[in-house]
């Protein structure tokens, strides 16, 4: 089995920074895309931003040009730099990984427990 694990979440100001991290770990035979969504209490969960094995980018419009998602191969790591927080950014937020267990195997949504980010007014 492979495991999916964020942490960085926290309170912070308006307008400061955090960085969440997104751990793939146990049976990680290959890892595609990897992505971080986030889910307010009551609403559906969204789409922040997502990267490819190759390093191809996509973010949600709210936060272009604020958040930065990034990767390591080597660690099976992501990242998400948040920057210029807004109390609109408080959520939990959600890491993604399509992880292949072995070879021959199918790829899979494996996701994260979830880690809460308060941006306080």
């Known amino acids: 089995q492979a495991q999916v694990a964020e942490s960085g979440g926290g309170l912070v100001q308006t307008g400061g920074s955090l960085r969440l991290s997104c751990a793939a770990s146990?049976?990680?035979?290959?890892?595609?895309?990897m992505g971080w969504y986030r889910q307010d209490p009551g609403k559906q969960r969204e789409l922040v931003a997502l990267i490819t094995r190759g390093g191809l980018t996509k973010y949600a419009d709210s936060v272009k040009a604020r958040f930065t998602i990034s990767r390591d191969n080597v660690k099976n790591t992501a990242y998400l730099q948040m920057n210029s927080l807004q109390p609109e950014d408080t959520a939990v937020y959600y890491c993604?990984?399509?992880?292949?267990?072995?070879w021959g195997e199918g790829e899979y949504d494996y996701w994260g427990q979830g880690t809460q980010v308060t941006v306080s007014s």
């Open positions: 146990g049976r990680t035979f290959s890892i595609n895309g």
């Open positions: 993604n990984a399509e992880i292949s267990t072995g």
